[in-house]
């Protein structure tokens, strides 16, 4: 049976709608990344330009600028006589975002305990985070999750370093999202490991907010013993 995407299929990607006032192409790139990364889009899926365009009802212009985009972040890619589809896991990008995102992270947290910065914007996020934990919610979690680190960046004066991050990590965010549907209290653990951060954020720690940044970004890894997590 196809899971190629359909326009009679209403509800199969998450977080679909469009916002005319902003980029289309940027909003198109954002849902199919979610979609692939959370699974709703899984490995070898067809995904084709025109059904994407009437989709979101519009023309392929913006569907190629978000293709464009996927293709170069490793998310997609053409296979002759298939077309299109959703790539599956990459093991060496997986291993190349935790890195880098790890050497970002650290500089993060070390230059927000070097500012006079207002937390409460970390303290407004794992509020949501509480919430989405409460329910169970994997997905919503994931979102507050990114939400929670580019705050991080946001807070430190260097929000670069959270778009950097972004760009390499879509990979490392897969493996994660299937980790964490195998170990139902990983979210818990990721949220508890927010409230650490924070509180040593207050009291300005630089070297230990670093070694729980480090500890956190791995932590997921290590779960199940992947080996870029050292």
Not at 33 to 48: G, H
Not at 60 to 83: C, F, M, N, Q, W
Request: aromatic share 4%; glycine share 4%; proline share 3%.
């Amino acid at each position: 049976m196809s899971q190629s995407i359909h326009i009679r299929a209403p509800g199969r990607l998450l977080d679909s709608e469009i916002d005319r006032s902003r980029p289309i192409g940027a909003q198109i790139y954002d849902i199919v990344r979610l979609n692939i990364i959370v699974e709703s889009l899984k490995p070898s899926t067809p995904i084709n330009e025109t059904d994407l365009s009437h989709w979101f009802g519009v023309s392929r212009t913006p569907v190629r600028e978000a293709y464009l985009r996927l293709i170069d972040e490793g998310l997609i890619h053409a296979k002759s006589k298939v077309g299109t589809i959703v790539a599956p896991i990459d093991a060496a990008r997986v291993r190349e975002g935790i890195i880098i995102r790890r050497s970002l992270e650290r500089e993060v947290v070390k230059q927000i305990c070097e500012r006079d910065v207002d937390l409460r914007t970390l303290d407004a996020s794992v509020a949501l985070q509480r919430v989405a934990v409460s329910h169970d919610d994997h997905i919503e979690f994931f979102k507050r999750d990114e939400e929670f680190h580019e705050a991080l960046a946001e807070l430190a004066g260097i929000p670069s370093a959270w778009r950097l991050a972004h760009s390499v990590k879509a990979h490392t965010d897969r493996a994660r999202i299937m980790l964490t549907a195998n170990l139902p209290l990983r979210i818990n653990v990721a949220f508890g490991e927010h409230l650490e951060i924070i509180k040593v954020l207050r009291v300005k720690d630089s070297e230990l907010a670093q070694a729980l940044i480090n500890r956190h970004i791995n932590s997921a890894f290590e779960a199940v013993g992947d080996n870029s997590a050292q």
